[in-house]
C-alpha cells in the first residue's frame, strides 16, 4: 500500500474529526484485531476491491503497517465510537492520493452497523475536514452495491460513469459506477 508519495506531498493530521456520534481518528496497529475480525466477513471482503477472502493471517497488519508508513499514499481513519460508549472499530474510510490535490475515498462498515447512517455520516464528516486539502475526490462503488453509491451522492459526489474494477475477494472484474467531488 505504499508509493512513492512523500510525507511534504501528503499532509496529515494526528487530530481526530468529529462525525457525530462518533470520531474519525487514524488507524492504529492495536486496530488490527476488528479489523481481521469485520474483515474475514465474506459481505464486506467483498464490496471492496482490496480485502481477500478468506483473509489470510497477518493481512491486517501489513495493511495498517503499509499505512502508517512514511511514503503511504493513503490515509485511513477509524470510525471510533469510544467516546460515546459505542463501539471501537465500525468501520474504516480512507483517502487515497492519485494525483496533485486529488484523492480517491474508500470505506467500509462492519456488517453489523450497516444502516445506521454511520457510513454517510464518515464521507461526509472527512469531506468536511478535506485533511488532505483536496480539490477533487473520485469515488466508485459496486454496481451491486447501491447503499454505498447512496452514501456518495448523500454527500454531493456526482456520478460521472461506469467502469470496472477487478475485486480479489470475487476474484472477477466487477461493474462499478465512479463518482466525483469537486472541493474547491
Known amino acids: 500500500?505504499?508509493?512513492?508519495?512523500?510525507a511534504e506531498r501528503l499532509p496529515f493530521t494526528a487530530d481526530e474529526i468529529d462525525a457525530g456520534s462518533f470520531v474519525l481518528r487514524p488507524i492504529r496497529s492495536s486496530d488490527a484485531g476488528l479489523m481481521t475480525l469485520y474483515g474475514a466477513d465474506k459481505r464486506v471482503a467483498e464490496m471492496t476491491v482490496s480485502?481477500?477472502?478468506p483473509l489470510p493471517p497477518g493481512a491486517s497488519e501489513a495493511f495498517i503497517e503499509g499505512v502508517l508508513a512514511h511514503d503511504s499514499a493513503e490515509r485511513v481513519w477509524v470510525l471510533d465510537a469510544t467516546p460515546?460508549?459505542?463501539?471501537?472499530l465500525l468501520g474504516l474510510v480512507s483517502l487515497k492520493m492519485i494525483?496533485?490535490?486529488?484523492?480517491?475515498?474508500?470505506?467500509w462498515v462492519a456488517p453489523a452497523f450497516w444502516n445506521t447512517g454511520f457510513a454517510s455520516a464518515a464521507v461526509s464528516a472527512l469531506v468536511k475536514a478535506n485533511p488532505l486539502?483536496?480539490?477533487?475526490?473520485?469515488?466508485?462503488?459496486?454496481q451491486d452495491n447501491p447503499v454505498s453509491a447512496r452514501v456518495l451522492t448523500n454527500a454531493g459526489f456526482e456520478?460521472?460513469?461506469?467502469?470496472?474494477?477487478f475485486s480479489v475477494a470475487r476474484n472477477a472484474k466487477v461493474a462499478t459506477w465512479t463518482y466525483l467531488k469537486k472541493l474547491s
Open 1 to 6: 500500500m505504499s508509493s512513492t508519495a512523500t
Open 51 to 53: 480485502i481477500p477472502h
Open 84 to 88: 460515546f460508549g459505542g463501539s471501537e
Open 99 to 107: 494525483g496533485a490535490k486529488k484523492s480517491e475515498i474508500g470505506y
Open 133 to 142: 486539502d483536496n480539490d477533487t475526490l473520485f469515488g466508485s462503488v459496486f
Open 159 to 165: 456520478y460521472i460513469g461506469d467502469a470496472e474494477a
